[in-house]
């Protein structure tokens, strides 16, 4: 019994793994259809969060039966919960990708006003520190790793900063030429989302830490 339960969490975290890299695919390709202002490219995020979307559908069911056949508990039982927190929070991971990707083509049609483009290097940087913070933190419940959990967390601050200096610099735009208001506007809405999955990633190394140690993080 205890090794088909184990061959089921072995399958639970490769479904996790495979959901996670499904996660970190639709962040870079919509962090590159908003840079490159590919229209196209940012068409194709779609069809990846759908697949994100089956992923947790799959997930839940699995996690459902772990409970009903095998009824675990203890340490057994706080892995599988979390499990089912952590792809609640991926999932709306996909979606905030996919709404990056929506504002790109949105951007893309836009008829601004002339006024002077805005210096895309901050978002680059949010796209990468949160694509990092979703692979780590992954990788921590995969490998019940408490420090790379710990890792993710603190790391939040990092996108937070980044966005806060982001705000900034789209205010001093629109203060410098007040044509670059709707532009800037319409940016400050995908760094937002960005902030947001960085927020996302860091609840999932919070369940990982739940999984491992039986307390939250707040506690």
Known sequence: MRRQFDQQLALLNRELTEMGALC????ALAAKAL???DPALAAQVGPLDTE???KERTIE???LKLLLQQQPVAKDLRLISAALKM???MERIGDHASDIS?????????????GDPINLDLIKEMAKETTDMVIKSVDAFVNKDLELAHWVINRDDVVDDLFDSFRKELIQKINENVKNGEMATDML????YFER?????TNIAEWVIYSITGKHEDE
């Open 35 to 37: 840079t490159e202002g």
């Open 61 to 63: 069911s699995l996690c």
């Open 24 to 27: 970190e695919e639709v962040i």
């Open 87 to 89: 792809i609640t929070d």
């Open 189 to 192: 809405m995908v760094a937002k």
């Open 52 to 54: 994100i979307d089956q």
């Open 197 to 201: 999955i960085g927020d996302h990633a």
């Open 102 to 114: 929506e504002m790109t083509i949105l951007m893309a049609d836009a008829a601004y006003e002339t």
